[in-house]
């Protein structure tokens, strides 16, 4: 009898324990939704409501899209964000899976633990103070690399930030203030192979590279991709690194270099909203487009 009456209890605290659970996790849940649509969906579709009307309300088709893509600016700067894209990504594929490899290598050791304190610096800079640390960095007069910089052929600061040499520019800035943290993510990852196959791979005689070129990469693809898809659609967004360093190179680098400083010029200099509407939903189109070609092609949501 008492055993039943132990077994009924246990029963009936269950199902009370797992509706606590259940309410727990739908209020995290609600937290976000709510965030989410007060923050990103309502301002997304207030967007979208703009990039189809005038300034009176009235409702114009893709005008507004014909009219910024008519702009003698914006191929420009299409072309510009295209270029710096390729830079980026690739930066960040290659260099961030490399040291992060390094890094689980020397995890170990007292080199593994000066990295890992090394990775996290830049990103104690906020994007636009990292921008001004590179601004003095580059101007070969105060730099304190101003001798690296005169055996690269530059001399002053508008040598450094000629146009063509923007792409690399911001590539650069871009990886030291925001690598460090996706190094840290691969590192985790990398944590997360099961000893037994890397145990397997060293008794099949896979060396250091063998192991990470056919075990350790191939398991860090759905990360890689994650990875892509956060970076393209923020280097998509290009903005404090152009803007910044137009005002430092007065007019050297433009205003219109990025989408996103077009987008500016359209709703604060020439007070046209909704042209700048129009841009804005034309880089949600080609991020949300990006997002999905790459979660198709790479079967994000596979199971494993």
């Known amino acids: 009898m008492t055993l039943t009456h132990t077994s009924a209890g246990s029963a009936a605290r269950r199902p009370r324990g797992a509706a606590r659970q259940s309410r727990a996790g739908m209020a995290f849940v609600a937290a976000y939704v709510i965030l989410l649509i007060a923050f990103g969906v309502l301002p997304t579709a207030y967007a979208v409501y703009f990039a189809f009307t005038d300034a009176g309300g009235t409702f114009t088709g893709i005008s507004n899209f014909l009219t910024t893509g008519h702009d003698f600016r914006f191929m420009g700067a299409v072309s510009h964000i295209a270029v710096y894209l390729v830079f980026w990504l690739a930066s960040l594929v290659v260099f961030v899976v490399g040291l992060a490899l390094l890094l689980h290598r020397l995890a170990s050791g007292t080199a593994g633990k000066a990295l890992r304190f090394l990775y996290y610096i830049p990103g104690a800079l906020a994007g636009a103070a990292s921008v001004l640390v590179w601004l003095f960095m580059l101007d070969p007069t105060v730099s304190p690399v101003s001798s690296l910089l005169s055996a ?24 030291w203030t925001g690598a460090g943290g996706w190094i840290v993510v691969m590192y985790g990852a ?31 693809r759905k990360w890689i991709v994650y990875m892509v898809i956060l970076a393209f659609a923020g280097g998509a967004q290009l903005f404090v690194e152009p803007q910044l360093l137009s005002l430092a190179s007065v007019g050297v680098a433009g205003r219109d270099y990025s989408l996103n400083q077009l987008t500016y010029d359209f709703a604060f200099q020439m007070n046209n909203i ?21 979660v198709a092609r790479s079967g994000f949501f596979d199971a494993e």
């Open 190 to 220: 990398l944590n997360n192979i099961p000893t037994d196959v890397m145990e397997a791979a060293r008794i099949d005689g896979a060396n250091a590279w063998q192991t990470a070129w056919r075990v350790q990469i191939p398991m860090l």
């Open 152 to 175: 690269l052929g530059f001399h002053t600061f508008g040598e450094v930030i000629a146009p063509g040499n923007l792409p690399v520019l911001f590539t650069i800035i871009a990886f």
């Open 274 to 294: 909704n042209g700048a509407a129009a841009v804005s939903v034309e880089l949600l189109v080609v991020s949300v487009s990006a997002a999905a070609v790459f």
